[in-house]
């Protein structure tokens, strides 16, 4: 079993990957890939796919597709890159289920995949599926003329830094049902486990519901496989391009914070929509009527009930309440006590206190 990096190693290791904090000679190119496995525990015992494999989702970034761009506002603009693929068991087709997470979630979501369409694939072909996404050829390698070792010309393949959410569980799937070695295909050179990344204070594994509300991201169908993927790696990418606006700024510079994130403010749901406009231009529309790409409402021959994925952002109401989730913001991240004072007409005082530390900072905001 290939060990998951620990928080600091894996904090370094991805922002290495996408070049923040380092030299240009000293950032890693490799692919993110995001896994998420999606079981039928939930489904009745005398079901045939109770605690079966149902669906696995994967999602990718490719260091070397955002190399020579900035990520902009939210990071929309590396979100963007960002790709999926949704793979359902062709004996899970169709199934349905009323149970809910302990968030009134459906557990059952194969059918509501958000960032492409959905692969249907037999379970004896999964494993050789994933291998062919793990195994991603290098094409710059190849017009180099360049090759790997043994007496014919091996193929050289991408390095891929493996991201999961609970890295024991995922890989108990990956061996015990798909009967997938990552150590054999020999692509993934390092195992980016979200949970002790993300991990602070008394949290030692926070949730992905708990992730996406940290940065502002709508949790729209969470338990779909290629979903969670998409949103364990968007999360992921938000907290680096965080931490190194917060600590530039620590050093005097705010221009990357200003830059990224303005106001001090995570909007990781902008980042998200604008990553579904651009698959959407790539596949020639995404329908209202039943959520697929391909076509627009026009084309569509099934009769579902229209879903709206407008209107998902909260919106701030008024000045207060930016600055009030900007402090809150900075004392998430900053782990000290908070006392943020508006100043107009009236000056309103609020105070976060932190139960970890005794320590307090003040955050003024001369309001117009």
Known sequence: MTPALNQESGRETIARSLNLGGVAHDRLDVVFVSLDVESGGFLPKEHACHRKLLEVGLSTLDTREIRDIVPGENGAAWVSKMRATHYLMSDSVGIESNRLDSRKRR???????????????DRDGL????????????????????YGDGDGKEPIYRRIIFVVQDWSQEERYLRE??????????????VADAQPIHSRFGDKKPGLARLMAAYNCVSLHLHNGANDAVYTLVVLVLGTLWRHAWDSQLQGDWSFMNATFPLLRIRGEEAILALKEILAAEMSGRCEQCARYGHVEIDCTQEVAV????DMVPIVASIDNVWIETAKKI????????????????ESVIRYPWPDTHQHRSFHSQRA
Do not use: W
């Open 127 to 146: 494993a050789d599926a994933l291998a062919n996404d793990l195994q991603i050829l290098d094409p710059q390698a190849m017009e180099e003329g360049l």
């Open 177 to 190: 049902s798909i009967g997938l070695d990552l150590d054999k295909l020999g692509t993934v050179m390092s």
């Open 107 to 121: 557990l059952m979501a194969g059918d509501k995949f958000e960032f492409g369409n959905t692969t249907v694939i």
């Open 331 to 346: 004392q998430a991240h900053s782990g000290v006590r908070l006392v943020l004072r508006l100043r107009g007409q009236e």
């Open 307 to 310: 879903s709206s994925h407008k």
